[in-house]
């Protein structure tokens, strides 16, 4: 059995965005800049894509701006929000440890230009409290920036709270939302946020393609300077393909939302309960507030990359962590941000499932891992001490 479980790295492509990609990669290949009428084609075809993706997150056409990704979108944003800060004399920026390293080295690269970085702690349960960001907000703040799911645990932020104080303190709030549109309601009005980043290969759209909700009366900054596409904020000729396909895949994704909700949650469930009975385990982030899909665990006296391996040998794809880190020895940033002590957050596994997936694969999973684990720890020097210091 092979078993797809690492949906927070990338999904499948959507067969509903693949067909209505085609046409796109074949006959209506005009660009979106010429006057003439293949081009006009693909300028309407452009905007209803834009439209689309609008009403999926209750905005306007014109406060999307696609990109090439989640990555692009959450650097554009901050940068944006630096700039304003910068004229108004603002340089603080408030945002957490645990946030993707898209959003974390676009901080640290405007601390060296200097800026002024508070990253607040997140609790325990891999939940932020509000309050602890409120603490923060001084007059020289330009921007908050917190995700609204996290990549690794998939805790999901109180990101409405968030924005609500924002608002009070006149602050601007960015919320990179890459792991929850098309999995959770996402409502940047509910939010209230000025800015939001999203990514299609998340939510069974293809690679390579994103977009950025930027609030009316915002101003972007230009990451890529050119021509006048994305209303001139984001020059190069549009990915049309890849953002027909983006839009198909996040209007089947919140079509669906519901009904998908309630299976992927009782599979995750299926894996929460079938693998929390190994000894020495634990769940990572809280047990609620969290993906209808990611389930993150840690399993002492284990390496979590030789975990990964033999459950690859097994058919099961799953994950340490974050795939931007996978390569790296270094534990995640994530669970050392959530305070799980460096030895054991070495044996993490994330699993992430989606519709596409089914219960026969949660029990071979379920089956799986703890023989894994028993393999891993029977020949574990670290398993043998951790048994010896419990007699
Ligand atoms: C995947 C991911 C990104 C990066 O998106 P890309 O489209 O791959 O650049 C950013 N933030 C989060 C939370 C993600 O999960």
Redesign the pocket.
């Known amino acids: 059995m092979t078993v797809y479980a690492d949906n927070?790295?990338?999904t499948k492509l959507s067969e509903t965005a693949l067909e209505k990609m085609l046409p796109f990669l074949k006959e209506n290949y005009g660009n979106p800049s010429s006057l003439h009428t293949l081009g006009q084609k693909a300028k309407s075809d452009l905007e209803n894509a834009r439209e689309t993706v609008a009403n999926a997150i209750n905005a306007s056409f014109k406060e999307i701006y696609f990109t090439?990704?989640?990555?692009?979108?959450?650097n554009q944003a901050i940068r944006t929000a630096a700039s304003i800060g910068l004229r108004k004399g603002k340089n603080h920026i408030i945002s957490s440890a645990f946030?993707?390293?898209?959003?974390l080295h676009t901080l640290t690269a405007l601390k060296k230009e200097g800026f002024e970085i508070t990253l607040v702690k997140v609790n325990d349960n891999g939940v932020i409290n509000p309050k602890d960001i409120e603490k923060e907000i001084t007059d020289k703040t330009c921007l908050v920036t917190i995700?609204t799911?996290?990549?690794e645990i998939g805790t999901v932020q109180p990101v409405e709270e968030i924005g609500k104080i924002c608002k009070k303190h006149g602050v601007l709030f960015h919320t990179?939302?890459?792991?929850a549109v098309g999995h959770i309601p996402v409502d940047v009005e509910k939010i209230g946020c000025d800015m939001l980043?999203a990514?299609?290969?998340?939510f069974h759209g293809p690679?390579?393609?994103?977009f950025l909700y930027v609030r009316k009366g915002i101003i972007l900054k230009n990451l890529i300077e050119g021509g006048a596409q994305e209303r001139g904020k984001r020059a190069g000729t549009e990915n049309l393909p890849a953002i027909i396909g983006m839009a198909a895949a996040l209007k089947e994704a919140v079509d669906n939302l519901e009904e998908n909700t309630k299976k992927v949650t009782e599979m995750r469930n299926i894996l929460i309960d079938g693998l929390k009975g190994i000894e020495r385990s634990r769940l990572n982030g809280d047990r609620e507030k969290r993906l209808p899909g990611t389930v993150n665990m840690c399993f002492e006296g284990i390496e979590g990359e030789s975990l990964l391996l033999l459950l690859d040998s097994k058919g099961i794809c799953a994950s340490s962590g974050?795939?931007?880190t996978s390569g790296s020895l270094d534990p995640s940033h994530v669970l050392l941000a959530i305070g799980v002590p460096v030895e054991i957050a070495h044996g993490s596994l994330r699993l992430t499932v989606n519709e596409y997936n089914t219960k026969e694969e949660m029990e071979y999973i379920v089956k799986c891992v703890p023989e894994v684990v028993e393999h891993l720890r029977s020949f574990s020097p670290v398993w043998a001490k951790i048994k010896e210091e419990e007699k």
């Open positions: 927070a790295a990338t090439s990704g989640g990555s692009e979108a959450d946030e993707h390293h898209a959003v995700m799911a996290n990549n990179d939302a890459v792991q980043s990514s299609a290969h998340k690679k390579g393609v994103g974050s795939a931007c």
